[in-house]
């Protein structure tokens, strides 16, 4: 079974940095294979990876409706999204990228959406580590992915308002029907003046600081991907210390 570990919280807050550093960690460690899931509509975790994009599963759901024809007849809908999925993913050295692209609209085509699930939930579980990359707000965990997740970041900025937001998206996940083992709170954007109080309602247990690192503007200026970071940048010396701290795996 995979190792999930999914990355969510409130708008801009640093979760698809921390999710592709999550990656390349697991790379460098040679925990793969791993899968990679974009699960933010925006799309644009594979810009951090420094991937394409290629067909996305909200598309391949809306390909297998019947009034389309693209499914052959003698194909069931679990083999055809089995296929489907499997030729949209992005190979890369060590991992693959699958897209979520447009989340179930209103008139939903419903009776494929348990069929997708067990293709995703097979596809999935072929791989050593699975990170998913949310969009802020949490329905689209419910609705698509299999759901089981073993360790959930909750991103916050230092700021007493971002921290309000953390707790109110613990609160949310804490009702979600899918199973999450462990659940922690990450705080990005330190700088070393800046004190941090944190709530005294705050529940989830915080597992380390990222510190602001200039280096990364400078790397998405000049439109590279998180692997050409130099290996001392801060920022990912600091996820280092966070991840080893709550997987054995990661810390061996
Ligand atoms: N510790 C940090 N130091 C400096 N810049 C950072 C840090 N963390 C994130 N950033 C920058 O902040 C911006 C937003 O980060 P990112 O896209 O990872 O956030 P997000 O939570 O995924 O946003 P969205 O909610 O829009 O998907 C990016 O330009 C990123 O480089
Ligand atoms: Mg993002």
């Known amino acids: ?21 999550i990656v390349r960690l697991l790379k460098e460690k040679g925990l793969s294979p791993i899968l990679a899931v974009d699960a933010d509509p925006s799309m644009n975790l594979n810009m951090t990876l420094g991937v394409h994009i290629g067909e996305t599963v909200g598309n391949i759901r809306e390909d297998a409706k019947p009034e389309k024809g693209k499914r052959p007849q003698a194909m069931s809908l679990t083999e055809y999204f089995e296929l489907q999925v499997n030729l949209s993913l992005q190979e ?10 447009r989340p179930e609209g209103k008139g939903c085509y419903c009776s494929a959406n348990s069929n997708l699930r067990e293709a995703l939930k097979k596809l999935t579980s072929t791989y050593r580590y699975v990170v998913i990359d949310n969009e802020a707000g949490m329905e689209h965990i419910s609705r698509q992915t299999d759901g089981s997740v073993d360790i959930m970041l909750i991103v916050s900025d230092p700021t007493p308002k971002g921290l ?6 613990d609160e949310l996940i804490s009702r979600l029907e899918n199973e999450v083992k462990k659940r922690f709170l990450v705080i990005n954007r330190v700088s070393k003046e800046m004190p941090l109080n944190l709530p005294k309602e705050m529940q989830i247990p915080l597992v380390g600081y990222l510190r602001i690192d200039p280096i990364l503007s400078e790397i998405e200026l000049a439109g590279k991907s998180i692997f050409e970071l130099p290996t001392n940048a801060q920022i990912y010396q600091d996820l280092q210390d966070i991840l080893k701290g709550i997987d054995e795996d990661i810390n061996g």
Do not use: Y
């Not at 999914?6 to 999710?19: D, E, F, N, P, R």
């Not at 890369?92 to 692209?101: E, H, T, W």
């Open 164 to 169: 309000v937001a953390a707790m109110r998206t």
């Open 1 to 21: 079974m995979a190792k999930v570990i999914a990355v969510c919280g409130k708008g801009g807050v640093g979760k698809t940095t921390i999710s592709g550093l």
């Open 92 to 101: 890369a050295d060590s991992f693959d990228l699958l897209v979520m692209g």
